[in-house]
C-alpha cells in the first residue's frame, strides 16, 4: 500500500538521481512507524531495475522499480545477489556485519549492474562497526549505494552522519496520515491522534492484535490517579515490557493538560520528574518490582 507521505521525499530523491547528484550513501532519519524501511526498500528495488533511467523519466520524476525486468523479479522474490539488507532485533551491529557489507561491496555486481546495501536502524552500529563503516563511505565504489535509516540520529557519529546525504522523513500533513489509517478500518481511538506521525506503528499494533492494549494503557493514564487496582496495568506492561513507553506517554500527555487546567509549574515538574525515573526503572533495572512501582507513581501523582 502507497505511503502518500513519503512522496515529497520521493521526489526529491528522483530530482537528485536525474540531476547526477545523487550521493552513494542515503541517511534517511525519522521517528519509528514513519516508514523509513519502506523507503530505503524501494529506493534500493529502484536502484537495481534495469529500467531506472526510464522509469525516472516516465514516473513523474519518481525513483521506482518497473517491477517486470529480471531485476524486479529477483528483488520481488527476495533473491537478488546484488541486495543486502542488515536488520537486528534489539541486538547491536558488530563489526562483522559491516565487514560482510564492505565485502559486498568490492565483489563484481552479478546482475552486471548496480549493488544496494541497507542498514536498518543504524545507530545501533558498535563503535568498531562505525569505524569499519568509515572506509566503505570514504572510498566510493561507482555503482555502489548504501542506504541506512535512523530514528536516533544524535547516537550517530560526526564521521558518520557527515558523510551521508541525510534526509528527515516525517509527515507534515497529518491529514494524509489519518486518512491512510482510515483505510485499515481501525477504530476512532481517543489517543489515535498522538501516532499521526507513526502510522506504520499503529499498523504494527493492529497486526499484533494489540489496539485493545494500548486502549487500556490509555483509559489507565486517564485515570491513573483515581485507580487503585492496576492488574490489568502489570498484566500488560509485564507480557510486552516495550509498551511501558507507550504508558508513559500518554501519562505525560495527561500532565500537560493537568498544567494546561491550572496544575502548579513545580507540581508538573515533580510528576514529570516521577514518570522519568519510573521509565527508566522498567528499561534499566533488572528484576523490577512492577506492582511497587507502578504504585509508588500513583502515590506521587495523586500528591502532585
Not at 519502506?38 to 519518481?62: F, R, T, W, Y
Request: aromatic fraction near 8%; charge should be neutral; proline fraction near 4%.
Amino acid at each position: 500500500m502507497p505511503l502518500p507521505w513519503l512522496h515529497d521525499t520521493q521526489a526529491r530523491l528522483a530530482q537528485s538521481y536525474r540531476a547526477e547528484r545523487f550521493h552513494h550513501a542515503q541517511l534517511f532519519c525519522g521517528p519509528v512507524g514513519v516508514g523509513k524501511f519502506e523507503l530505503s526498500d524501494e529506493l534500493g528495488n529502484a536502484l537495481l531495475c534495469q529500467n531506472i533511467a526510464k522509469q525516472v523519466a516516465a514516473q513523474n520524476s519518481m525513483l521506482k522499480p518497473c517491477g517486470h525486468c529480471k531485476s524486479c523479479l529477483l528483488t520481488l522474490a527476495g533473491t537478488h545477489p546484488d541486495k543486502r539488507l542488515t536488520q537486528v532485533d534489539g541486538q547491536s551491529i558488530g563489526v562483522d556485519d559491516i565487514r560482510g557489507i564492505s565485502d559486498f561491496m568490492n565483489h563484481s555486481a552479478a546482475q552486471n549492474g548496480n549493488k544496494v546495501a541497507i542498514i536498518e536502524n543504524c545507530e545501533k552500529m558498535t563503535t568498531a562497526a562505525a569505524n569499519a563503516l568509515l572506509k566503505t563511505l570514504e572510498e566510493p565504489t561507482n555503482s555502489r549505494f548504501l542506504i541506512l535509516t535512523t530514528s536516533q540520529p544524535a547516537q550517530l557519529p560526526a564521521t558518520i552522519l557527515s558523510r551521508c546525504a541525510k534526509s528527515d522523513v516525517k509527515i507534515t500533513n497529518t491529514a494524509l496520515a489519518q486518512q491512510w489509517l482510515e483505510t485499515l478500518d481501525i477504530p476512532n481511538y481517543s489517543w489515535l491522534a498522538l501516532f499521526y506521525n507513526q502510522p506504520l506503528q499503529v499498523k504494527h499494533w493492529q497486526q499484533q492484535d494489540q489496539l485493545k492494549n494500548i486502549d487500556t494503557l490509555y483509559k489507565f493514564a486517564t485515570e491513573f490517579k483515581q485507580s487503585h487496582n492496576f492488574k490489568a496495568l502489570v498484566d500488560i506492561i509485564n507480557k510486552q515490557p516495550e509498551l511501558v513507553r507507550i504508558f508513559t506517554l500518554f501519562l505525560s500527555v495527561q500532565l500537560k493538560q493537568q498544567l494546561l487546567q491550572g496544575m502548579s509549574f513545580d507540581a508538573y515538574q515533580s510528576a514529570q520528574n516521577a514518570l522519568g525515573e519510573f521509565l527508566q526503572n522498567n528499561t534499566q533495572v533488572l528484576g523490577l518490582n512492577l506492582p511497587l512501582a507502578v504504585s509508588r507513581l500513583a502515590y506521587t501523582l495523586r500528591n502532585s
